[in-house]
């Protein structure tokens, strides 16, 4: 699946690998430091100079979970580039995902899809062009990662396995089908090659023979249409792949067999939990430094820098559904024809009992038509998508403003479509172009949903703009730490959002 299609409180509950009591002892020795998501293509954290533990595929396979960044984390990081690799190394990935192309002239690169189109805008395949004509072709993700992502080059294959084959577990699959044998030559020429490297292909493919007879592992990977040839292909294989769109009962055949399940893209934590409740070993992530933990990696969003952060994700895991950053105002806009949610994973869960959940929107082209609105939906125990006038599995708030300049909290209860009102209060209308500031204050007990006095205009000062209401409500019915952006119609206008922040 490629992104084009459907395819970061308390300390951290660490859900990735645990390393042994003398590796973390050499850690904190050695000074490492992992920092949150930020800078350059999406990141700039990294490891102090200092040894880095080395991971090994026996380590891997004994932790459960355990994590492999896939296409080195391709929601955080530009897929299958060098930075991306660097990246989920430095954030504590013991294995990371690589496919592998060769030019015309055998060199082998880092690359998921046979040509460049998706990726690069250039539309030719990479078998028909010799190596140097890659140079200065980049990969440009910035529609799925925002405008602050770099633009980056195709790696050379060794490069990588240079940098990272040592002390990582590398899951390597020939994309192309034609490089096997070079492929295995490269990888017996690094020490210890059977404890840092694992075969990875479809499960329907042969050439999982050449790599087993050098004494590799292999992953073959079932997709949809392979989910009914268990019994035929899975002897096959040392590891089992199941593509994240398999039903329960498919999981736990798979899993029924003794061998360790991995399943991909693994992008969200509510998938990830229901995975491990159905005894799946390991999570193929698209998503590292947000599904190895079960902490928020930040208070407040970071539009202003042009980059999404780790766990912030479209209702709708696609390219054409993520909402355009837009640094030069510090937001987010939320434009996409159909009723559209935003889940701010960066900032959640929301563990504290009382808590602010601060922000601004504005419609910035033109008002609310009849019977639209837009706001936060809030409460809910998972990142599940929750969108407003839509069914979902999950429960809880909203507030939203109204054409008039109603605010309201509703609840609503999972798998249906209509809320329940549960208090309001009128404010002026929006006018298009102003900021309104708007808090919800959580107790145990109580919410208060508030539009703040003191709005932003743009242009003259409108009627009443800086005017302040609130209301409050006892309500305890939903508590989860979840919470996401809502423009709840069809069509347009867009909403714009941006100040959201979460205080304690």
């Not at 780790?310 to 390219?319: K, M, Q, R, S, V």
């Amino acid at each position: 699946m490629t992104p084009g299609q459907s395819a970061g409180g308390p300390p951290a509950r660490l859900l990735t690998d645990r390393p042994s009591r003398r590796q973390l002892l050499a850690v904190a020795a050695s000074g490492l430091v992992l920092s949150g998501c930020g800078g350059g293509a999406g990141g700039s954290g990294g490891p102090a100079e200092g040894p880095e533990p080395v991971h090994t595929l026996d380590r891997l396979l004994a932790t459960r979970p355990f994590h492999i960044a896939h296409r080195g984390s391709h929601d955080n990081w530009p897929e299958h580039t060098a930075e991306a690799y660097r990246q989920s190394a430095a954030h504590g990935a013991a294995a990371i995902e690589v496919s592998v192309q060769a030019t015309a002239d055998g060199v082998l690169v880092c690359h998921h899809d046979p040509d460049l189109l998706r990726m690069t805008g250039v539309a030719r395949q990479i078998a028909h062009l010799g190596h140097r004509q890659l140079e200065g072709v980049l990969n440009n993700a910035r529609p799925w990662l925002g405008p602050g992502s770099a633009q980056l080059p195709i790696p050379d294959l060794k490069s990588v396995l240079d940098a990272h084959a040592g002390n990582r577990v590398v899951f390597i699959e020939d994309k192309q089908g034609t490089n096997t044998q070079a492929l295995l030559d490269l990888m017996d020429s690094y020490p210890d090659a059977r404890q840092h490297f694992v075969w990875k292909q479809p499960a329907g493919s042969n050439r999982y023979r050449l790599a087993a007879e050098r004494g590799y592992r292999t992953w073959g990977y079932f997709t949809g249409e392979d989910f009914g040839r268990l019994d035929e292909l899975g002897e096959r294989f040392d590891l089992l792949g199941l593509h994240h769109s398999a039903g329960d009962e498919v999981v736990a055949r798979f899993v029924a067999t003794g061998k360790p399940v991995i399943c991909w893209e693994v992008h969200t934590r509510w998938l990830r939990d229901r995975l491990l409740r159905l005894g799946v070993a390991g999570m193929m992530t698209s998503n590292y430094p947000y599904v190895s933990t079960d902490a928020p990696s930040a208070t407040a969003d970071r539009f202003v820098t042009g980059l999404r952060g780790a766990g912030d994700l479209p209702w709708a895991l696609a390219w054409s559904h993520q909402p355009p950053i837009r640094p030069e105002t510090s937001s987010i806009r939320l434009d996409h024809r159909e009723k559209a949610s935003y889940c701010m994973g960066s900032l959640c869960p929301v563990t504290a009992g009382s808590y602010t959940l601060g922000f601004e929107l504005r419609w910035p082209e033109g008002g609310p038509g009849a019977g639209q609105h837009a706001g936060i939906a809030f409460g809910q125990e998972t990142d599940l998508p929750y969108r407003v006038r839509e069914p979902g599995a999950g429960s809880g708030y909203h507030v939203v403003v109204r054409e008039d300049g109603l605010l309201e909290l509703l609840g609503r209860v999972a798998n249906t479509v209509s809320a329940y009102s549960l208090a309001s209060v009128p404010t002026p209308p929006p006018v298009p172009g102003t900021w309104l500031r708007l808090s919800i204050d959580v107790t145990p007990e109580q919410i208060t949903v508030s539009r703040l006095p003191g709005s932003e205009a743009a242009g003259s000062d409108p009627a009443g703009a800086a005017a302040g209401a609130s209301v409050s409500v006892r309500d305890s019915t939903y508590r989860g730490g979840y919470f996401s952006l809502c423009r709840n119609y069809d069509g347009g206008p867009p909403v714009e959002f941006r100040s959201i922040h979460v205080r304690a």
